[in-house]
């Protein structure tokens, strides 16, 4: 018989670095009875953080998926959960995590407040218009305030934020939490791991901020429901919790109200309230909108309702190695079922996969089931060629649904088997690596025959190398840490490109008139335009003109760096009967192209990362000196108790070992976090100096070449 869907909840846990995301996972596999001890984080025992690199740094590096059951009001809900990284070198994993889920748990930490990671996570949730409930954690400890928290959430990120619960006390002093709704004190018992609790009456001392707040969450639900405003005006006091928790329900679904709660997860204070907010106020499959996508081979829009009647639809958000069942590929079904052993398209490759076996997973444990259906999130193995992104349809029901879109690295180094006999080895695990992380990339540079790897940041490309050597047992050497800069076009301008080549026999020819420019702003790529009429140049052969252009985009005319985007425009041309193919014109595309864009007027593009530093006020000058050197532009300053929290944007290839200078700085008081913002253009005596530095280093690596070929 199918499951009711209407106690399905599939949801992330997400939040800026150490805010307690994995902390509280801990705590509601506990609660849930999925787990009969806590593990903790410090301790390298927490069931999420399984990977050996989280255990001993004590982050989350990639999302763990979990399933638990939760009772609340006699109806037992499976909640679905994954718990995202707050490392903003593996952002990766919380973008295609929140692309498959239909709520979200963000917690901000009550001394931190909201913080760069926090915004970027925001910034994703809306993107994919996800409803979320805030949870404030960290209650106990020295610092924590929650009203500035929740005053920080509606200021910074314009959100209509509620809270649902005032604390009883703070810091070392905090106890529990009064509910708003039913107007009664919770306090946890400390003897037995928070698992019981009393409801008793309001303190007395705590009456009025009370009533304050229950009123506010009145009035603030009665600008989106028109009961409750008539019985806000006319001072009907008989608004039930039913009604108040129906109207919660609903504005949060809509988007139009976030929910705030707190609590400790540590000190195991308030997350069964954040389990009973997950069931009540966040949507489970049926009360999200019906999945859109288009026909792969008509591309007609299809829609796909949350039912197992429908035709089976899934999307692939995760592809992961597992030493004992092999390549697993991570689902989340948005409509009908399918079972073990049976098969599925893939539109993209438009080849059919066999799914062997499905596991549900328990972070790195797997539980072998025989089907998944409609709101499902699990794990299956057997298949051939599945990428992160892919949908798997029925066959007689195709459909394509919208991938996933992932940032472009930014920082690149070049590396080398220690051993010549590794090489093979590298190869495999870099290829291995690649699918898993889609924001991880390898390229050979054709000059100097370096094998390049560019990630997200400096953590992430050192995690990938502890993997290659712990996983694949592949030691490498490594190149100091270089900037991925990217070349961009500024002018338009025509150009006439014949080839010919003729050797005896067949020869080759092509001829084409095209203008080169920069794209639209904001796209990526090529956009390549079409406007021959009358068969100057065969259908055909276009194609062939477009893929020379898109090969010669990767190596840009500066310093070989890749150009961001780019408009062709195909005026006119000619071609030969005999002489002219595919190939000739793919030649004439890309000397075209390469001689065109030196033309074009090109400009390097850098990194340019948001920066966060927390300092204390006396060190304030010193950081905003040694930021200024490093053409940093201070967007914003903040005081917090002799605390000053600068907010700048700075130019990446400033920043290689800033930690280390902060920590001089501000005699080891102060630290920093940083995230990519934008690319933005060099500055003329520096890009001069860029280009000057890599001709140097490239003239310098022929010539290491030609002396191995003459020893040879």
Known sequence: MSKDLR???NIGIAAHIDAGKTTTTERILFYTGINHKIGEVHDGTATMDWMLQEQERGITITSAATCCKWNYKNKKYQINIIDTPGHVDFTVEVERSLRILDGMV??????DGVEPQSETIWRQADKYSIPR??????????GADFFNVCFQITDMFGAHSVPLQIPIGSENGFKGVVDLISNKAIIWDDHNYGITYQKIPIPENMKDIVNDYHNKLIESLSEYDDVLMEKYISNDYSISEEEIISSLHKSTIEMKIIPILCGSSFKNKGVQTVLDAICRYLPSPLEVKDIVGIHPVYQTKETRKPSEKEPFSALAFKIASDPFVGRLAFFRVYSGKIE?????LNPRSGSKERISRIYQMHANKQNPICQIEAGDIAA???FKNIRTGDTLCDEKNPILLESISFPDPVIGIAIEPKYKSDIDKMSLALSKLMEEDPTFQVRVDNYTGQTIISGMGELHLEILLDRMNREFKVEVNQGKPKVEYKEALTTLVEHREIYKKQTGGRGKYADI?????????????????NKIKGGNIPKEYIPS?????VEMMKRGPLSGYEIDNARIIILDGSYHSVDSDQLAFEIAGRLGFKKAVKKTKPILLEPIMKLEIVVPEENMGDVIGDLNRRRGIVQNMNDKKNIKIIQSLVPLSEMFGYVTILRTLSSGRGTSTMEFYHYDVVPKNIMENIIFVNQKQEKNNLDDKKKKIKKK
Do not use: H, W
């Not at 073990?340 to 599925?344: E, F, Q």
């Open 380 to 382: 299956i193995v057997g």
């Open 133 to 142: 409930i805030a949870f404030i954690n960290k209650m106990d400890r020295q």
């Open 106 to 111: 963000v917690l901000f930490s009550a001394v």
């Open 513 to 529: 008139l095209f203008k080169v420019g920069p794209g639209s702003k904001g796209s990526k790529g090529l956009e390549f335009i």
């Open 340 to 344: 073990a052993g049976s098969y599925g």
């Open 7 to 9: 106690y399905t909840r």
């Open 545 to 549: 003109i477009k893929k020379g252009c």
